[in-house]
């Protein structure tokens, strides 16, 4: 059952004086009022009226729902296309199924309506999970294996050690990159294509070590990569994995006494040859929301983008798409500036591309570093996003072992023309823009982001994000930025906000990988507060090798 006190459109049916405010007479609404401004003095004004509903379910499939309603539909341009005879609406619901539901109704008296739903349980897969081949056993040395003196490993053995070794791990979906054996400890370089995890992936690599480890070697160092640089380094004790593998609470102790530390240095490490192609291609259907601009419609762009790159070396490559919409062929220009005192970095979004001929959506080329002790770096040059090209900078601070992390990114950028091509003399416009960042991990799943600095527009200001990530994948974040663009001058909506939603393939099909689907939802696409998009931030990349996302998802290691 739900009951509740109205006000305004909900004070309308069979309303009485109010009950809990002495403002008796409703302000008349304003629509010159910037929007994104909390109404305040339109709350629990004028008068108030009951409504309410029950819900009852007959059983796992059929329910019945009625509802009295508060609202009068009156006859005016703000008012839904509905006849309002009846303040009662009837409706049955039936679920033939977990997550889907469909309902009828009789409306207010004198309307009639079906509807379906559909609905995610994030504590629930909708597909099977662990569909993943299982991984090998951890080998368990001898007594003798274990109390042998310590022999040097010659060239020609770690050599047919590593081909083994590499063999295994494409087998797991894993690609050694590196290995050295000293003494009784080996370290090996690697990177993860296929699981979600990056400690699932951690864990078949160590049990893969096992078995191919001469007896000597009684410590593992796991360092992970990506884009070539290396990401951490995880000691792991050999004895630990043989004692732990089939015990109660094995993750946990495994996991207590793990070290994390940054990645050691090159010397001293055996390189593979990278056997992935240095140039790889792609196709696949793209569908993307334009969110509000200043002309005030939502524009939907469905078609195919054509992606590929080339690897000049592990750490740096080149990356083009190639976008054909489907949807869109109006050619219309940008609508009138709305805001002349302030560039039009984003409400002029949907005029980009709007021809109907293949865009360019990006050439970029983009170089990994490590300059330093828990220091990472980027470098992109070129047609960075849909809308600006130019020269982007980022460097990131952030040890294995702590939850904070500080960036620093700096770009230098022209806004290219609608046709997205190479041209930029549409706009005639560039912009210094960039940002100082702090990253910090609060536990439990939850992650909070702060950026100050300058925007693409040249206001200065700063945005706040904050995250909620689930073990099983799923991420939901909600940002705000304000900058000191005035509510004049940044047009409707006042200021930038909006949502995130990221689901993770395996969530759905149960297979191993990497992949996600992502959408953001937001109320207009104002340009105060409007960021460079570029592909590939560092600390997206960089966190998820270090022990706080390790952590939480270390129950994985033995999977």
Known sequence: MTAGLGWGALGQRDGFD?????RAVRPVFDESDPEGQLATDQWFAGDAAFFGGVEYQVNERWGVIAEYSSLSYPDNPNSPALDGESPYSLGLTYRPADGMQFSAAVLNGSNFGLSGSFFLNANTRAGMAGLETAPLPVRARSASERTAPTAEIGVTQQAAIQNALSVAFA?????LRALQIDGDTARVRFTNGRYRSNAQAMGRAARILTQAMPGQVDTFVLEQMDRGIPLSGVRISRADLEALENRPGAAEALLARAEFVDAGP?????????????FEWGYAPYFRIEPFAVSGKLTLDVGVSLNASYRLSPQMGISASV?????????????????????????????????????????????????GTDLYSRVSVGYLERMF??????????????????GAE????????TDIWFGFDEYDYQ?????????????????????????????WGATIELAR????????????????????????????????????????TGRATRSTYSTRFSTRSGDGGARLNVDGRLYDIVRGAHQADLSSTWGRFWR
């Open 18 to 22: 109010n009950p809990i405010s002495s």
């Open 171 to 175: 087998t797991e979906g894993l690609d």
């Open 266 to 278: 090159d010397e001293g490490l055996s390189f593979a040859a990278d056997p992935a192609p240095a």
């Open 323 to 371: 976008l054909q919409s489907l949807t869109r062929n109006d050619a219309s220009d940008p609508v009138a500036d709305a805001t002349p005192d302030l560039q039009n970095v984003r409400t002029d979004s949907g005029a980009y591309g709007d021809d109907g001929v293949p865009v360019l959506q990006s050439l970029a080329f983009t170089h990994y570093g490590r300059p």
């Open 389 to 406: 090209g130019g020269i982007s900078t980022e460097l990131l601070w952030k040890p294995a072992d702590s939850r904070l992390g500080i």
């Open 410 to 417: 700096l770009n230098y950028v022209a806004q290219r023309n």
């Open 431 to 459: 912009v210094a823009t960039g940002h100082l960042s702090a990253y910090y991990d609060l536990g439990n799943g939850y992650h909070t982001q702060i950026d100050v600095g300058r925007y693409l527009a040249g206001d």
């Open 469 to 508: 990530e689930y073990e099983n994948g799923i991420r939901v974040a909600a940002s705000i930025s304000q900058t000191e663009v005035s509510y004049e001058d940044f047009g409707d909506g006042s200021y930038n906000k909006g949502v995130s939603i990221t689901l993770p393939q395996d969530f759905f």
